[in-house]
């Protein structure tokens, strides 16, 4: 399978506890990007990396949350301290940075915070 | 800030009838995405409309868009039950200084799509 790759799929944790989550994008895809969608809504943009460089990132992730693409191929995204309002479901997508950019979305990691 | 408004957000069909969805956007773009959603799954692109005046067909299913209006449309042709699913369109922020488009797409809330027999 060439597509965008996420891990775990699901994801149940207690209130406090810190979790990392995993993409791969597709290969030669030099942008990728995270979303969270909560129940109901269309996915809300968080940050985006073009190669190893975090470009830019929303008002939405607060401190607890942070982003790696250290050797510009996947990244994870860490939240510390989760809470309830955490609970999601995160998507990563991937797009080639010349020419079309469409992105190209994985399966998500749905996220439950108890 | 640039915001999407899709409507309607809940539409249930009958077999073989034909419906409008309206994907309404604030500030301008050139770039405007749909894509298909399943109850638990992740995104699927549909189309990818790149200018104005742009229309793509896939199937039953049509998309435009009219950059001056700010306006894209995705029409179903004859629905059929195969095609229900929540679908989103998504506008792309415009150019950023660095170079190229920055990608990030703001997305809709959806139009949840229902074809019964």
């Known amino acids: 399978d060439t597509g965008v790759s996420q891990n775990p799929r699901h994801k149940i944790t207690k209130r406090g506890q810190n979790v990392t989550f995993r993409c791969d994008p597709i290969?030669?895809?030099?942008?990728l990007y995270w979303y969270r969608q909560t129940l109901g809504q269309g996915p809300e943009f968080l940050t985006y990396f073009q190669n190893e460089a975090q470009l830019e990132k929303s008002r939405l992730l607060s401190d607890r949350f942070s982003a790696e693409r250290p050797k510009g191929s996947f990244s994870t995204l860490e939240i510390q301290r989760t809470e309830q309002g955490d609970s999601a479901m995160y998507l990563c997508a991937s797009s080639p940075y010349q020419g079309n950019t469409e992105a190209f979305f994985g399966q998500g990691t749905r996220l439950t915070v108890v | 800030e640039l915001k999407v408004e899709q409507n309607p957000l809940f539409l249930s069909m009958q077999e073989g009838k034909n419906y409008t969805i309206y994907c309404n956007y604030s500030?301008?773009?050139?770039?405007l995405y749909w894509y298909r959603q399943d109850p638990g799954k992740s995104l699927e692109s549909l189309f990818v409309?790149?200018?104005?005046?742009a229309v793509k067909q896939e199937g039953r299913l049509m998309a435009s868009l009219d950059t001056k209006a700010r306006l894209s449309t995705l029409h179903i042709t004859a629905a059929v039950h195969d095609l229900s699913a929540t679908y989103f369109c998504?506008?792309?922020?415009?150019?950023?200084?660095?170079?190229?488009?920055?990608?990030?797409?703001?997305f809709g809330k959806g139009t949840k799509l229902s074809v019964k027999p």
């Open positions: 500030t301008t773009s050139d770039r």
């Open positions: 290969s030669e895809h030099n942008r």
């Open positions: 409309l790149l200018s104005n005046g």
């Open positions: 998504a506008v792309e922020m415009a150019l950023r200084p660095y170079g190229g488009s920055q990608g990030n797409l703001i």
